[in-house]
């Protein structure tokens, strides 16, 4: 029996998270109680040397006028510092780097076998965010200085210094915004060393004028030594986990956490064919699994590559002024050595991850994929001697997919070989040689 | 198996074997063998130049040298790793004091420093180990015994304390919950450091006042480039900025050099100590 692929088909996978995502990287902060909407919240960081871009997905589907977020930064940035992003750049970056399904059909084995052909399908993945709220701003001194104030696209924005946590959060609260209890006391280390608060609302007239439906990514240009996430400020009011994925974009290699730990998800493992249609609901599980057994600690590259090139492709590369998009500013320099992407997915609380994430960019180009196999048996009635050889070994492939999805997601390995209908008499007939002399 | 110096082959071929199998780390073979075979030719190299040391003798230095290579620097090419190990084995003969009789880098700090400044291609994971309980408890089991053996373990001590202690304060005045330095010290790769690094007797001072005090001012140094220059290799940089001090601490005091073998039967001259 040879496996001849005819086609290719790949599935991309977008994950979807049912869980209130208040906050990432600070706080999402309403004028009324109106529901979050609950996605996987997403971060570009495209970073050389100490500059850094960073984009802020924005998938807020409430009223414009009630979006407020309040964001720490390490420093002061002007009106140019601060660009409205397009939102189709992170769906393209999901896209590309999504966990991806591909499927190999098995060839007649009675027959003679054809050259491969490879046909890749691709579909679209929305992308994912979290959402936002803010309410307005009014100048007022408590220790809290407006240091810019300036309107980019449909933002008002404000950068804020304090000098001390009760100011800052009185301040908040005067002016209208939803501020979670512990605000103070999460507010006060990014003050204490240091660091602005980027405040962005919505301008309703710019809003209305253009006919925007949804609000843009926010991207800030800056120039620091710490590489780093606050997520801490986004744990303040979390009942539970909290997803983040983030897309690391640097001319270097692969992004890491310096201080957790980055595991691989499980890749290449060839699952049941029953899977094709309940992709999502496999990776979510195999992520929770494999994330429960790293105690929760860990945070998990789903991809690592150098985006001038994919194999097996679940989305067109990015084009260099996508890249461009994406905050990637080093492609015109004569030493550019392009870009590399790494895409982290953190699932944070605040008992596993009491620590902002802190990352650092390495040189490792290593290649890394999250890619799930499912073969297609062949299903003919032919008749040949190949046949029934082919046959046994497609009931012991079978078996071994059932345990490996019941491995990877923590099924009961009798539930997954009722739905792929395995004999399961059969099966474990060929697996006890004393049956085949006995029996 | 009197010298210490076996004990911690084989713990830090125990630490890199569990590593490799259970902490999905990205090193492969060839670096490895790249790092031992570096590591054994430059020693044999040097020896067979120098009278006064054998290779015999000496090649367990080495060996451990290779070992905590491996377990630290990563790079793209194996040559990163073999220039590493050349320039490790070297700096024991090269920053090497007559008056003091001791090389004052640890050749593993020396050849990790060389291949993140020399080469674009080095990079080290503080993030490898994780916060997993069992780890470090084989980190302090096994390093609790080799330390008993040398009689280093006040300057692991000293230099945890005093770390823990600095960043204890600093996230008080932050604000942050006990999790935070639960979290911050749990660190594997802070504990193979504290443990295995900073103790190699032949590159620290040799007097119990003068290595508490080195490990005092390592222990400050690493948290002021890891909390004010955003440094994740801090511990390397501090341990090699710290080094030269060795000396002067030990210039400051008369105590007699640390020997790895003592056989009663050989008289103290034939030693040549400092070189292992």
Redesign the interface.
Known sequence: MKLIVLSITLVTFFFSQIQPALAFCGFFVATADTKLYNQASQVIIARDENRTILTLANDYQGAAKDFALVVPVPVVLQKEQVHVGNPTVLERLDAFSSPRLVEYFDANPCQINYPAEERIMRSDAPSSAGAMKKARNEAKDLGVTVEAKFSVGEYDILILSAKESNGLETWLVNNNYKIPPGAS?AL??YI??GMKFFVAKVNLGEYNKNGFNRLRPLMMAFES???MLPIRLGMLNAKGEQDLIIYILSP??QA?????????VPSDAEIPEYVQTEFKKFYKSMFEKSYER??K??AFLEYAWDMASCDPCSAQPLTPQELKEAGVFWLDSPSSRGVFISRIHVRYS??TF??DL?F?A?????LFQGRYIIRHPYRGEDKCEAMSAYQKSLSVRLEKEATTLAQLTGTDVNIIRNKMKLPSSSVQQQKNWWNQIWH | MSDPRYYQIICLSLFLVLGLSTRDWTLRADFILTAFASCLITQFLWTGCLKNISFTSSWPSSVITALGLCLLLRGNHPLTMAMAGTLAISSKFLFYSPWEKKHFFNPANFGIISALVLTKDAWVSPGQWGTSWWYLLLFLGTGGLILKKIGRWDTSLTFLLTYSLLLALRNAWLGYPVTVLQHQLTSGSLLLFALFMITDPRSIPNATKSRLLWSVALAILTVCLQQQFYRTDALFWSLFALSPLTLLLDRLDVSSPFVWQQSPLTPPTDHNPSLN
Do not use: I
């Open positions: 006391k006060r280390p204490l060393t030594p710490k590489f270097k290699g890491e956490l310096s201080n957790y730990r980055l595991v691989k790293e105690n600690k860990v605040r008992e009491p620590e802190q650092q390495t040189a490792n180009r290593e």
